[in-house]
């Protein structure tokens, strides 16, 4: 071939070449990214699925449905979803939840304050938890006021604190605290402290040397540099990736913000006479890793933040999704949530809900949790004697803005004498980390595990002068003079212990149980009370949709028109104990209607009282008295000519669950009839007069 011929041919084949080239990388090359975790989702709703816990308070290892918690408090979870439980109450231990859900105990035993493995280290009231990078646990140590580290190999030992209450900066058992609840771990290895009752925040380096980043030196609501800042009995602590930390802010129903130079703000608050406020006492706070936060409520549920400070409530909307105390929080590997609810003795996970395969929600504690060991001890001297019982659960009560039905009464009413000393009725355990309120108010109180004395002077006698300076810390206000008592977690009472004095409501509420949970105080056995009188039904009558009660008889008969849309049925019902008289009328337990024929039989879905009032169980939601109760209830204290309960028995409110409804007269044919109330008082006795209203349908 010739010189020009083989030119040619390299031509051709450059060119083809270069063809190739152009067509093959028009497409760019194929790039294996490792993406992150996809960013959080906002406003979803959440479902409840049980962790461990039977709802019953104790100390059990084993399968998660039969284990058992006295004070689960503070949660953290391991990338390989392990969950950790700081579980204070009699038991001062950390638990370990696997992740097939075996419950075991990881280190503690007796309370105290001992390093050691295992079983041979002590704690006293174990709060907050927090796991850095290598698998170190962090605990605030509440009642020993101090931090402690744990190794993954369960090797406990002491990082920060003396065991003795105090403020001081310095270098491991140089520094003090004073009931430490809340704990995190930054990004850069520093551990940050809740210091409670220091109402400071501060933070630990990695060579154990204590310092404060922020807070001075009495509680207090105000943003601005270091100490000039304040705080209000600080519970939790979280850092993002940026080390600023975020503060719930409990008293100031507040969440702030700190920066690393310890610059504080206010991220989210409840402003006076909110009607939704963004966030409720917040308790627990959990970061997930783009920065979204996660606020436990002390009363109501979890509420989610988005970066730009817009709050979305997650769980706590229903009274099915409240838990009793959301004390700690933790955001898993996959997004989903991990709550201890302190107050239930459960450990719950929050996923998105899905309809399609969601089930009944498990919250709460158990009916069958044991109630406090009290031997039928009364809150007053002689505590083996008899005392008048002035109110009981559920029972209507008003405001002083002339609102007769304001709230459901939720306790026992116990009279007693302005400057009477009030007593535990039982052996006891401060969990709250705010257990004392109200600082002179007629409602100021203190609660003591499932315990809470309500209308005294906390620690304080008559005159003002503290009890027992040790356990009731008076705090003294801007002007020097007393400001409120504090009553650290984890303080222990013996029954019999002088908790306050009456004030000026001369009488003593007693509660039992969890907010959102009380029980009947009469199950307390209280010694010589009884009632043996039945109760008594004084009305019975049909309202129609404006509340006005039907008038119209005919032959001894209420006439009801079966064209009506619906009728409410309302009745007026008492009760009396014995030893009281008449006029201190109480409330009832049940109440329930029955529709009977002419000549007194029961009509087909009705061979039993439909209950549809119990208070067994109290319902949280503060609409419940207005479901409760009609409008004509009321009580003498709040402006009433008598104590007057006006039940609206087709409604329900028992086992925490609130529904309104009414009677449809067409559910029966034209004709006459009886409708039975059934009203049951706690001990059992059932009215048997004035219990029927004959009816005629037209």
């Given at each position: 071939?010739?010189?020009?011929?083989?030119?040619?041919?390299?031509?051709?084949?450059?060119?083809?070449?270069?063809?190739?080239?152009?067509?093959?990388?028009?497409?760019?090359?194929?790039?294996?990214?490792?993406?992150?975790?996809?960013?959080?989702?906002?406003?979803?709703?959440?479902?409840?699925?049980?962790?461990?816990?039977?709802?019953?308070?104790?100390?059990?290892?084993?399968?998660?449905?039969?284990?058992?918690?006295?004070?689960?408090?503070?949660?953290?979870?391991?990338?390989?979803?392990?969950?950790?439980?700081?579980?204070?109450?009699?038991?001062?231990?950390?638990?370990?939840?696997?992740?097939?859900?075996?419950?075991?105990?990881?280190?503690?035993?007796?309370?105290?304050?001992?390093?050691?493995?295992?079983?041979?280290?002590?704690?006293?009231?174990?709060?907050?938890?927090?796991?850095?990078?290598?698998?170190?646990?962090?605990?605030?140590?509440?009642?020993?006021?101090?931090?402690?580290?744990?190794?993954?190999?369960?090797?406990?030992?002491?990082?920060?604190?003396?065991?003795?209450?105090?403020?001081?900066?310095?270098?491991?058992?140089?520094?003090?605290?004073?009931?430490?609840?809340?704990?995190?771990?930054?990004?850069?290895?520093?551990?940050?402290?809740?210091?409670?009752?220091?109402?400071?925040?501060?933070?630990?380096?990695?060579?154990?040397?204590?310092?404060?980043?922020?807070?001075?030196?009495?509680?207090?609501?105000?943003?601005?540099?270091?100490?000039?800042?304040?705080?209000?009995?600080?519970?939790?602590?979280?850092?993002?990736?940026?080390?600023?930390?975020?503060?719930?802010?409990?008293?100031?129903?507040?969440?702030?913000?700190?920066?690393?130079?310890?610059?504080?703000?206010?991220?989210?608050?409840?402003?006076?006479?909110?009607?939704?406020?963004?966030?409720?006492?917040?308790?627990?706070?959990?970061?997930?890793?783009?920065?979204?936060?996660?606020?436990?409520?002390?009363?109501?549920?979890?509420?989610?933040?988005?970066?730009?400070?817009?709050?979305?409530?997650?769980?706590?909307?229903?009274?099915?999704?409240?838990?009793?105390?959301?004390?700690?929080?933790?955001?898993?590997?996959?997004?989903?949530?991990?709550?201890?609810?302190?107050?239930?003795?459960?450990?719950?996970?929050?996923?998105?809900?899905?309809?399609?395969?969601?089930?009944?929600?498990?919250?709460?504690?158990?009916?069958?949790?044991?109630?406090?060991?009290?031997?039928?001890?009364?809150?007053?001297?002689?505590?083996?004697?008899?005392?008048?019982?002035?109110?009981?659960?559920?029972?209507?009560?008003?405001?002083?803005?002339?609102?007769?039905?304001?709230?459901?009464?939720?306790?026992?009413?116990?009279?007693?004498?302005?400057?009477?000393?009030v007593l535990a009725i039982a052996d006891g355990k401060v969990s709250s980390p705010y257990a004392a309120w109200g600082f002179g108010e007629l409602g100021e109180g203190l609660g003591i595990d499932t315990l809470s004395y309500i209308h005294m002077r906390v620690g304080r006698t008559p005159r003002g002068e503290p009890l027992d300076a040790s356990r009731f810390v008076i705090v003294p206000g801007d002007d020097g003079k007393p400001g409120r008592v504090r009553v650290r977690r984890g303080t222990r009472f013996a029954a019999g212990d002088v908790l306050g004095t009456i004030n000026g409501m001369a009488h003593v509420h007693l509660s039992v149980g969890a907010t959102g949970y009380e029980r009947n105080a009469v199950a307390l056995g209280f010694v010589n009370y009884a009632d043996h009188y039945a109760p008594?039904?004084?009305?019975?009558?049909?309202?129609?949709?404006?509340?006005?009660?039907?008038?119209?008889?005919?032959?001894?008969?209420?006439?009801?028109?079966?064209?009506?849309?619906?009728?409410?049925?309302?009745?007026?019902?008492?009760?009396?104990?014995?030893?009281?008289?008449?006029?201190?009328?109480?409330?009832?337990?049940?109440?329930?209607?029955?529709?009977?024929?002419?000549?007194?039989?029961?009509?087909?879905?009705?061979?039993?009282?439909?209950?549809?009032?119990?208070?067994?169980?109290?319902?949280?939601?503060?609409?419940?008295?207005?479901?409760?109760?009609?409008?004509?209830?009321?009580?003498?204290?709040?402006?009433?000519?008598?104590?007057?309960?006006?039940?609206?028995?087709?409604?329900?409110?028992?086992?925490?669950?609130?529904?309104?409804?009414?009677?449809?007269?067409?559910?029966?044919?034209?004709?006459?009839?009886?409708?039975?109330?059934?009203?049951?008082?706690?001990?059992?006795?059932?009215?048997?007069?004035?219990?029927?209203?004959?009816?005629?349908?037209?």
């Amino acid at each position: 071939m010739s010189r020009n011929g083989w030119l040619v041919l390299v031509a051709i084949a450059t060119a083809a070449a270069l063809a190739a080239t152009w067509m093959f990388e028009r497409k760019p090359p194929v790039v294996r990214a490792v993406l992150g975790p996809a960013p959080t989702a906002i406003g979803w709703v959440g479902h409840i699925d049980l962790v461990a816990g039977d709802g019953v308070s104790g100390l059990r290892d084993g399968a998660a449905m039969q284990a058992r918690f006295a004070d689960p408090y503070g949660v953290a979870v391991s990338k390989d979803g392990t969950v950790f439980v700081s579980d204070a109450g009699d038991n001062n231990r950390i638990r370990r939840i696997a992740p097939d859900g075996t419950v075991s105990t990881f280190a503690g035993s007796v309370e105290g304050l001992a390093n050691g493995v295992g079983a041979a280290a002590a704690f006293d009231t174990p709060s907050g938890l927090a796991l850095d990078r290598d698998g170190n646990l962090y605990v605030a140590d509440t009642g020993n006021h101090a931090i402690r580290k744990i190794t993954p190999q369960g090797a406990v030992t002491t990082l920060a604190g003396d065991g003795t209450p105090g403020f001081a900066d310095g270098s491991g058992a140089q520094a003090r605290f004073d009931g430490p609840t809340g704990i995190a771990v930054g990004t850069d290895g520093r551990v940050y402290v809740a210091d409670t009752y220091n109402d400071r925040i501060r933070v630990i380096a990695p060579d154990g040397s204590v310092a404060t980043l922020a807070g001075g030196d009495r509680p207090g609501d105000v943003d601005g540099p270091g100490a000039t800042a304040r705080f209000d009995t600080p519970t939790a602590v979280a850092v993002d990736a940026m080390n600023r930390v975020y503060v719930a802010d409990l008293r100031n129903n507040a969440i702030r913000r700190i920066t690393p130079t310890g610059e504080v703000s206010t991220f989210a608050r409840a402003m006076p006479g909110d009607e939704h406020p963004p966030v409720h006492r917040p308790l627990s706070l959990a970061l997930a890793h783009d920065g979204v936060l996660y606020v436990g409520e002390m009363y109501r549920g979890l509420v989610q933040f988005a970066r730009d400070g817009s709050p979305h409530q997650i769980t706590g909307q229903t009274q099915a999704q409240r838990f009793s105390r959301a004390s700690g929080l933790a955001v898993a590997e996959d997004g989903t949530l991990r709550v201890a609810d302190a107050g239930a003795y459960r450990v719950h996970r929050i996923r998105p809900a899905d309809d399609a395969r969601d089930v009944p929600q498990i919250v709460g504690p158990s009916p069958d949790t044991p109630l406090p060991a009290s031997a039928g001890r009364w809150p007053l001297r002689p505590q083996d004697g008899w005392h008048e019982v002035v109110g009981t659960l559920g029972e209507v009560r008003g405001n002083y803005q002339r609102e007769n039905r304001d709230h459901l009464h939720g306790g026992l009413d116990i009279r007693g004498d302005v400057g009477q000393e009030v007593l535990a009725i039982a052996d006891g355990k401060v969990s709250s980390p705010y257990a004392a309120w109200g600082f002179g108010e007629l409602g100021e109180g203190l609660g003591i595990d499932t315990l809470s004395y309500i209308h005294m002077r906390v620690g304080r006698t008559p005159r003002g002068e503290p009890l027992d300076a040790s356990r009731f810390v008076i705090v003294p206000g801007d002007d020097g003079k007393p400001g409120r008592v504090r009553v650290r977690r984890g303080t222990r009472f013996a029954a019999g212990d002088v908790l306050g004095t009456i004030n000026g409501m001369a009488h003593v509420h007693l509660s039992v149980g969890a907010t959102g949970y009380e029980r009947n105080a009469v199950a307390l056995g209280f010694v010589n009370y009884a009632d043996h009188y039945a109760p008594r039904i004084d009305r019975i009558e049909l309202l129609d949709l404006q509340d006005q009660p039907l008038t119209v008889r005919r032959d001894g008969r209420l006439v009801l028109s079966r064209a009506m849309p619906g009728v409410q049925i309302a009745v007026d019902a008492w009760d009396q104990v014995d030893r009281n008289l008449p006029r201190r009328r109480l409330g009832l337990h049940a109440l329930g209607y029955q529709w009977l024929d002419a000549a007194g039989a029961p009509l087909p879905g009705y061979e039993q009282p439909r209950m549809t009032i119990e208070f067994n169980r109290m319902p949280a939601d503060p609409d419940a008295v207005k479901v409760a109760y009609g409008p004509s209830s009321g009580i003498t204290v709040h402006g009433s000519a008598i104590t007057r309960f006006q039940y609206l028995v087709t409604n329900t409110v028992r086992d925490g669950v609130l529904a309104t409804g009414q009677w449809r007269p067409d559910e029966l044919p034209a004709g006459d009839y009886v409708l039975r109330i059934t009203a049951r008082d706690y001990s059992g006795n059932v009215a048997t007069a004035g219990r029927d209203l004959r009816v005629r349908l037209e």
